[in-house]
């Protein structure tokens, strides 16, 4: 025992505490951090210069137009509500800004630091001397606070997302204090940096044009590397580098934003946005249709080397979850046996033949390509064991007896004698829960009713998809309906769950925590604008969640994420889709990129710049 322990016994005990702390969070309680991992130590030192998927010496200049789809009807952010125009976010600053090469990781960005407890029960940002609004004044603490508490108010996603957040208020110069009505969830300190911040003197000062609640179209103030320079409603919305920028100078943003002009032009057909490129009238063009891909890019600009045509690109990033999804709010989908019957007559083997030109794999689980993917795709036996056995045990009442018994997998049509087994299958489960055919159509037991389904879509590509499926639904006996509408009907339909089976993506990241509410928890059934468009209300998938939230380690996470993921997919909740390996996207060769592209994502425009040599070979 030192010298100074035996001096001073109180110290020993506190040097365990410590100890404690350094070897559970990996540093001491309370440190100033200048970013902060949810996965293990940030990559980047307090002392970088720059990432290093950027190129510092970049030059700024040029112009470049992309595709918006669809139309947009708000330039209000904070509010959920209404269509907003892509591209907003480019004139906002969050407190940290995420690294593009590395998961679960936020660097400070307005917050020059943060720090919180070992207990997890609050968090305090230093926002950076110097940061401004474009008119000039500061980013203030007030300004942190006021957008917390009207996202949190006009954002159910949000409002879910930051739910444990129960007050803010200031505690230093330039520092703001953010407390929760829990302790122990990792993640909450860091998520709370990815707010991002709006100008409380903006929506104040004019609270009849710019009110937060309502949906307007008035140029917004920000902070961030971008202006709006001008917009047409549903048409187009142009973005100007803010050349005086007051953050253009820190590490996070060397090397960035580098385009002068980012224009976005709308449009409601996808062929017809891809022949404005094919013209020149756009600039960057990323591939949604394996068909375009494998066939329409047989013409001269592609050829001779003045379109890039790229498909290289493999990023260390979650597949989301893409599917049909059910509305359980509905009678005749809060059987599991009617969603299970659904599941198994999706023939993708086909599909990815016939339509998708062998382009795509197909989704298996709520955390594709991660750790935390199920363990049938890790290990040999593929059924819960150790600590995920461990929390699927507290909920063994409340879910499919196969979570325990059988490894989940998706309708296998590569073996063609499994199409009648599969339709058998289908046929008695629909009879289980009290339907069964009659004169070729599925009908109530009980009230006559037919099985009547609706497919509601807003991107008229899907329709050659859902038609697919319809063929194989109707061996059944279902009535099934395809119907298309503008995007404006569509989200006004989402937002109040009217819908049948709708197209939807869960996006995961490697560290999932408070989100998992949002999507799957049952608080958020109910709640328009919530993402849980499922209308999910199960007691065990809440209860897997809380150990999501508030799991002590990675060991934990990972096991709750795999006893979660088992449980919704044994509940049937989606007809999971697809996933492309590589990513897909052309440009016109009048840009270039760091050698070392991000892992995470393309990064395009932020970390490509234009580049005048190539240009001057295009003739501009």
């Given at each position: ?16 505490i ?45 112009k470049?137009?992309?595709v ?56 305090t ?83 009849q ?153 197909r ?29 699927l ?21 590569t ?10 299958e ?69 937002n ?7 197209v ?35 007691p ?81």
């Open positions: 025992m030192s010298k100074y322990f035996r001096l001073f016994p109180g110290l020993q005990a506190l040097a365990v410590l100890l404690a702390t350094v070897m559970a969070t990996g540093a001491v309680a309370d440190e100033k951090r200048h970013a902060a991992s949810l996965i293990g130590k940030p990559k980047y030192g307090a002392d970088f210069k720059h990432f290093d998927y950027v190129n510092p010496n970049a030059p700024k200049g040029g470049v137009r992309m918006g789809f669809g139309t947009f009807e708000t330039l209000n952010n904070i509010l959920y509500r209404g269509r907003k125009a892509a591209g907003l976010d480019f004139i906002y600053d969050r407190l940290m800004t995420t690294g593009m090469d590395e998961p679960s990781t936020d660097y400070g960005l307005l917050a020059e630091w943060m720090s919180y407890p070992a207990d997890y029960s609050s968090v940002y230093k926002l950076r001397e110097g940061a401004k609004w474009h008119d000039g004044k500061p980013v203030t603490v007030e300004d942190v606070i006021f957008s917390m508490n009207m996202v949190k108010k006009h954002d159910p996603e949000y409002g879910k997302y930051y739910a444990n957040v129960v007050r803010s208020e200031k505690t230093g110069e330039r520092e703001v204090t953010f407390y929760f009505d829990k302790k122990g969830n990792r993640e909450l300190p860091q998520i709370v940096g990815q707010l991002t911040v709006y100008p409380k003197h903006f929506y104040e000062g004019n609270k044009e710019h009110d937060p609640g309502k949906t307007w179209l008035k140029t917004p103030l920000g902070s961030g590397p971008y202006r709006i320079k001008k917009f047409e409603a549903g048409r187009f919305i142009v973005y100007e580098r803010v050349k005086d920028y007051w953050g253009k100078d820190l590490p996070v943003n060397v090397g960035k934003h580098n385009l002068d002009e980012i224009r976005i032009n709308y449009f409601l057909d996808l062929q017809a946005a891809f022949e404005t490129f094919k013209k020149g009238e756009i600039d960057y063009y990323p591939e949604f249709s394996s068909k375009s891909w494998a066939t329409a890019y047989n013409f001269p600009a592609v050829k001779d080397g003045r379109i890039k045509k790229r498909n290289d690109v493999v990023l260390d990033n979650l597949e989301p979850m893409q599917g049909f999804i059910f509305n359980t709010r509905l009678k005749k989908f809060s059987d599991a046996r009617v969603r299970k019957a659904f599941n198994l007559m999706f023939n993708f083997t086909a599909l990815n033949k016939d339509l998708f030109f062998g382009q795509y794999k989704t298996s689980s709520y955390f594709q390509k991660s750790e935390l993917t199920k363990p049938s795709e890790l290990s040999a036996q593929g059924l819960p064991k150790g600590r995920e056995l461990e929390f045990n507290e909920v063994r009442d409340q879910v499919p007896p196969e979570v325990f018994t059988t490894p989940y997998q998706n309708a296998d049509y073996d063609p004698t499994n199409r009648r087994r599969y339709r058998r289908a046929t008695k489960l629909l009879k289980e829960a009290g339907w069964e055919v009659k004169d070729g159509r599925l009908i109530n037991v009980k009230t006559g009713e037919p099985f009547q389904v609706e497919f509601l879509l807003v991107q008229p590509t899907f329709e050659k998809v859902v038609q697919s499926y319809q063929q194989w639904l109707e061996l059944l006996g279902i009535a099934v309906k395809v119907r298309t509408v503008d995007t404006s009907q569509y989200n006004a339909r989402i109040k769950f009217d819908y049948e089976i709708i939807h993506s869960f996006s995961q990241s490697e560290s999932p925590g408070n989100e998992q509410r949002d999507f799957w928890g049952s608080a958020a059934a109910d709640i328009p604008g919530t993402r849980n468009k499922i209308g999910i209300k199960n065990a998938v809440d209860k897997l969640i809380d150990h999501i939230v508030f799991a002590k380690n990675r060991e934990d996470l990972t096991a709750a994420c795999r006893a979660l993921d088992r449980v919704l997919l044994w509940n049937y909740y989606v007809v999971p889709h697809w996933y492309a390996p590589h990513e897909r996207f052309s440009y016109w060769n009048r840009y270039s990129a760091p050698e070392k592209l991000p892992t995470r994502t393309i990064g395009f425009p932020t970390v490509w710049w234009y580049d005048k040599a190539k240009a001057a070979k295009l003739g501009h």
